[in-house]
């Protein structure tokens, strides 16, 4: 099926670790996103990748690196994990050399105990 | 950055309603999407909708770019319906998505 997949769907782990999500899309998109939805449902960008390179990076702690080895991949790897850290965080991708949608994945839930 | 503002913040129907959806923008957009995010945390795309009308189903949604507002129409309402519906922008000069805070709809049997 063509989409956009991440890895795993659900992560519990305890503060100070060092945590991996995967991203991986097969729609041929040129750039990827990473969004954040806290508990109030609010979603929020945090990066984006075209053509490997990154072109958004708002205000996020630089525990959070994103890592993209090719245009169909773009891995979240956070270090030293924090309570507030606990979110859905969502991957997305899109063709920017069209107006057109963006396809998101179906989430990640992570949960830091 | 754009501002995105979605009313009403909550909404609770009677299976069978319709109802309306508004999305307000403060800046030009080529972009606007229509989500609706089902009680499994999915976000499902439901429009892809810069400008003018589209209909699928019960459901259909209009942008009106000149005035930065768009709605989104629900016709004969399910509980499957029940979820966050999110608004969407890209400013015209822009590449990233800008969410509404969204509106909870919970349709009761």
């Known amino acids: 099926d063509t989409a956009v997949s991440q890895t795993p769907k659900y992560l519990v782990t305890q503060m100070g670790n060092d945590k991996s999500i995967k991203c991986e899309q097969n729609?041929?998109?040129?750039?990827m996103y990473w969004y954040k939805q806290d508990s109030k449902k609010f979603l929020k960008i945090m990066f984006s990748?075209?053509?490997?390179?990154?072109?958004i990076n708002e205000t996020v702690p630089n525990r959070f690196s994103p890592k993209s080895p090719d245009k169909a991949h773009l891995n979240l790897h956070i270090n030293s994990l924090e309570l507030g850290d606990s979110a859905v965080y969502f991957c997305?991708?899109?063709?920017?050399?069209?107006?057109?949608?963006?396809?998101f994945g179906n989430g990640t839930r992570l949960t830091v105990t | 950055g754009i501002q995105v503002e979605q009313s009403p913040p909550d909404l609770i129907l009677q299976e069978g309603a319709n109802s309306t959806l508004r999305c307000n923008f403060s800046?030009?957009?080529?972009?606007l999407q229509w989500f609706h995010q089902n009680p499994w945390g999915q976000l499902i795309n439901l429009f892809y909708?810069?400008?003018g009308t589209k209909q699928n189903g019960r459901l259909s949604a209009t942008t009106v770019a000149t005035e930065r507002y768009s709605l989104l129409y629900i016709s004969s309402s399910q509980t499957t319906d029940s979820g966050v519906y999110f608004c969407?922008?890209?400013?015209?000069?822009?590449?990233?998505?800008?969410f509404g805070e969204g509106t909870q709809l919970t349709v009761n049997p």
């Open positions: 909708i810069p400008s």
């Open positions: 969407a922008v890209v400013r015209t000069s822009g590449s990233r998505l800008t």
């Open positions: 990748y075209n053509n490997k390179e990154l072109i």
């Open positions: 997305a991708s899109r063709d920017s050399s069209i107006n057109s949608p963006l396809h």
């Open positions: 729609l041929g998109h040129d750039t």
């Open positions: 800046d030009s957009v080529n972009n």
